[in-house]
Nanobody, 124 residues
Framework: VQLQASGGGLVQAGGSLRLSCAAS????????MGWFRQAPGKEREFVAT????????YYAESVKGRCTISRDNAKNTVYLEMHNLKPADTAVYYC??????????????????WGQGTQVTVSS
């Protein structure tokens, strides 16, 4: 499956963004999906994940309450809505797809496919 992330940009602290990740290729609905981010000089970290049906989600503590992950299987797209953005949220955001196997979806190694990333910059 090929993934294309979009929706990043420059926003002031306290603002909002909605990231999208469009999938093509193999059937999107059989994959659990995740968002990760990598800030300059830091390791890539988990942000949020959603299961194949959209019925289960999980968030990193750093974004819980400020972000919502969702998906539209009819459109082959997963979203990450982010509110009350902080400068610490500045990073390249990546979407990723994992097969529906018993894997720890907070771990990068559980994902088989990755998008190219979209830059989010939050100014103070």
């Amino acid at each position: 499956v090929q993934l294309q992330a979009s929706g990043g940009g420059l926003v002031q602290a306290g603002g909002s963004l909605r990231l999208s990740c469009a999938a093509s290729g193999r059937s999107f609905s059989i994959y659990n999906m995740g968002w990760f981010r990598q800030a300059p000089g830091k390791e890539r970290e988990f942000v949020a994940t959603i299961n194949w049906s959209g019925g289960s989600t999980y968030y990193a503590e750093s974004v819980k309450g400020r972000c919502t992950i969702s998906r539209d299987n009819a459109k082959n797209t997963v979203y990450l809505e982010m509110h009350n953005l902080k400068p610490a949220d500045t990073a390249v955001y990546y979407c990723a797809a994992a097969p529906t196997l018993p894997r720890a979806l907070t771990m990068q190694s559980s994902y088989d496919y990755w998008g190219q990333g979209t830059q989010v910059t939050v100014s103070s």
